[in-house]
């Protein structure tokens, strides 16, 4: 039996089809902007949503059929299910009497995280579920897919780390509480106390009091940001953050000790969303009690913004702190993002008690806490688009700007649906750009077609792993800058056909694009992953040594076709003879460089009249080692009347592919330089005493180059832009 429907109710939404202004419904997205999906019997609710690497979209939740089931759904970027996640876009788990998804994220690899409790009858248990990029409980994690955490009864917030490990933050007898798990659901004990960091914070009298983690965040620089609220003996509620190391020790250099707790000067305050900003400001949402009728409580909603040690910024607000009423009786803050231009976005509901009206908002302000009069009705939209009982849990901007909202609504037949709404963000501004697609992606190479749009001169493009950009960033600065010394110019359509990639790996083709004007875009990125290699049988190689003098030697390994990996070097005879063949090849390949197609590389700086051993291992696609190759060689001895070569000096270095060399004695010397993979790029006999190198067409990286005279090798490296 089938027990979801897609409920698409025209007749009941009047939502403005050419609406084109910021805060409008995006009329490209469900039905005029608004999507309700039906899952279980009578009731279902969406606390959290992700965004995928492709644009799809995450809903998680709970919904009921006799008893809650953790609940995820996803949609395409249209605001149609996606049919090939679970079953036609929806997943349910049982796990135990109740359960209650709160928190969903995605990993770098696909796999889904959703996080929240379970009720088994008679205790609550924090959970942790991971599911694979199609929707099936994934059989690495935890124990089929599932972990228990019994030192804590509710999480609120999962984050991913950039290592795939998993951050969560709730509450364990009424306490802040973190853990963090390994990335194969294992809990991580390098981490607070035995994987779980369990804070009792104290009240302004300085005693214990109750409180609750209601939202996490991730610094740059790893700390871990925690919001929500504490009891207070006298005031009440009120907002409550703190920071935490690393390794999920409280964080002295943060406020007052580690947290502080804030009074805004109402009955109760409540901390309820948390975003860190690019800059490392910290900005908090929530509600401010300022009244109570009888039966009827009555908030403002409350921005808080505080610099990235916990003071507050005096360019925000009224010292650091903002309230928006926007409704007489009840607003509440339940999620925050930020974005790229810096203005703030929050959405909660709007509550009229007296006459039992739930509406859903979206609030936008600037940088400095002022509405921002361009968004909807003098910066917030308010919405009803059912005409009935609305709720928001989430709010996330998209790339392009688009603001999507995730929720739960009542239908017409009174019962609880999954809700997502998609506004329209500013208008976009058109920029130089460059499209970017891809074509025989293989295991290490593809072909990548840039495209410029109108409105670009020039561009530059270059491909590389976000641990190459991440690795060559410091050197220059801005990605920009990077881009451009390593990259290739271009001003016209083309195909470029890049070569020794790494298999199945993730890559990014970074541009920039600089328009006829001399403005220059920010930089952009377009995601590929290579093909995986080899095969499921033997993995084996060749080698072959050739032009051996006393100082170096060329490897040559070739792979067979069932080698996914190898690995490959030179050791000494001696040393291979002290630990012994099998310690041998396990260095090999544990050593850190995999390589995935033929090596051929001039090993430099050798010891003359030497015995050594190559060595080549290689794995299969399955990871099972074939059998190594090992062969002998000696170096050559050095002769007393060889002429010595004075150490090369190489100028500029680094430089944009044209260089001199200078050193004495350099004449009739053979010249080589080599890349990174062995590959020689250029090669020559020195007859000049300066000489000129031009490898301009050759890619940005470093380069060895070596100077051979009388069986005596020298060398040195540069880097070419």
């Not at 309820?272 to 403002?300: R, W």
């Not at 003098?549 to 390994?557: E, F």
């Amino acid at each position: 039996m089938k027990h979801f429907y897609f409920l698409i109710i025209a007749s009941l939404i009047s939502l403005g089809l050419y609406a084109q202004n910021p805060g409008d419904y995006d009329p490209d997205f469900g039905t005029s902007g608004v999507v309700l999906t039906a899952i279980g019997t009578d009731f279902c609710m969406a606390n959290s949503m992700a965004i995928q690497r492709d644009g799809k979209i995450l809903l998680g939740g709970q919904a009921r059929f006799g008893t809650y089931k953790f609940t995820l759904a996803r949609y395409n970027t249209d605001g149609t299910l996606d049919a090939d996640f679970g079953y036609e876009g929806i997943v349910n788990t049982t796990i135990a009497n109740s359960d209650f998804g709160v928190s969903v994220a995605v990993q770098d690899d696909g796999s889904i995280i959703l996080a929240g409790r379970v009720f088994d009858g008679s205790d609550y248990y924090a959970t942790v579920v991971r599911y694979t990029s199609i929707g099936e409980l994934d059989p690495t994690f935890g124990v089929n897919g599932i972990i228990q955490l019994e030192n804590l009864s509710n999480i609120e917030q999962a984050v991913i780390l950039d290592d795939g490990k998993i951050v969560v933050g709730g509450y364990a007898s009424d306490n802040f509480a973190l853990a963090r798990l390994n990335s194969d659901g294992t809990i991580d004990i390098s981490f607070g106390d035995n994987g779980y960091t369990i804070t009792p914070l104290l009240d302004e009298s300085g005693l214990d009091a109750s409180s609750f983690i209601q939202d996490i965040d991730i610094q740059a620089d790893g700390k871990i940001v925690a919001a929500g609220f504490i009891y207070s003996s006298i005031t009440f509620y009120d907002m409550a953050i703190a920071r935490y190391t690393s390794d999920g020790q409280l964080d002295a250099g943060f406020a007052l000790n580690g947290y502080l707790t804030l009074d805004l000067g109402g009955l109760a305050d409540f901390g309820t969303a948390l975003n860190i900003q690019d800059d490392g400001k910290i900005v908090i949402g929530g509600h401010k009690e300022f009244a109570i009728l009888t039966g009827i409580p009555e908030y403002d909603a409350a921005i808080v913004r505080l610099d990235s040690d916990g003071n507050f910024d005096d360019t925000f607000g009224t010292e650091g702190i903002a309230f928006y009423r926007l409704t007489e009786q009840a607003t509440y803050i339940e999620d925050i993002d930020i974005q790229n231009d810096g203005k703030i976005i929050f959405t909660g509901q709007m509550v009229d008690y007296s006459n039992g009206i739930y509406d859903i908002y979206a609030c936008r302000i600037n940088s400095d806490g002022t509405s921002d009069v361009l968004f909807g009705n003098d910066g917030f939209v308010r919405m009803d688009p059912f005409n009935s009982d609305d709720n928001s849990s989430t709010i996330l901007v998209q790339e392009d700007g688009n603001i999507l909202i995730g929720g739960y609504s009542t239908s017409p037949a009174g019962v609880y649906n999954f809700l997502v709404i998609r506004l329209l963000g500013d208008a976009p501004v058109e920029l130089p750009a460059v499209d970017v697609t891809f074509d025989n992606i293989e295991t290490t190479s593809l072909d990548a077609t840039l495209a410029p749009n109108d409105l670009c001169d020039t561009f530059y493009f270059v491909i590389m792993t976000p641990a190459d950009m991440q690795q060559w960033l410091p050197m220059f600065g801005t990605e920009a800058a990077l881009i451009k010394a390593f990259g290739i110019q271009a001003d016209e359509t083309l195909t470029h056909h890049f070569t020794e990639l790494t298999p199945n790996t993730e890559y990014f083709v970074y541009t920039v694009s600089i328009g006829y004007d001399g403005f220059e875009a920010p930089y952009d990125s377009t995601f590929v992953q290579t093909l995986a290699g080899g095969g499921t049988g033997v993995a084996t190689a060749t080698i072959d040594l050739t032009e051996i003098t006393a100082t170096s030697v060329r490897m040559i390994v070739t792979p067979n076709s069932e080698t996914a990996e190898f690995h490959d070097g030179l050791m000494t005879k001696t040393y291979f003879d002290e630990i012994g063949e099998e310690a041998a090849i396990e260095y090999f390949q544990n050593d850190g460089y995999p390589l995935y197609e033929t090596d051929n590389w001039v090993w430099p700086d050798l010891e003359s009249n030497t015995e050594y051993k190559a060595i080549a291992t290689c794995k299969n696609a399955t990871g099972e080692w074939g059998p190594a190759t090992i062969k002998d060689f000696t170096t050559l001895v050095v002769s007393m009347d060889n002429i010595e070569v004075s150490p090369l000096v190489v100028f500029p270095n680094p430089g944009k592919g044209q260089f001199e060399i200078a050193g004495d004695n350099l004449l009739g010397s053979s010249l080589r330089i080599i890349d990174m993979n062995g590959k020689i790029v250029y090669s020559s006999v020195i007859t000049n005493v300066a000489t000129p190198i031009d490898i301009r067409k050759s890619n940005s990286g470093m380069y060895i180059i070596e100077i051979e005279k009388d069986g005596q090798v020298t060398s040195s490296k540069f880097l070419k832009k």
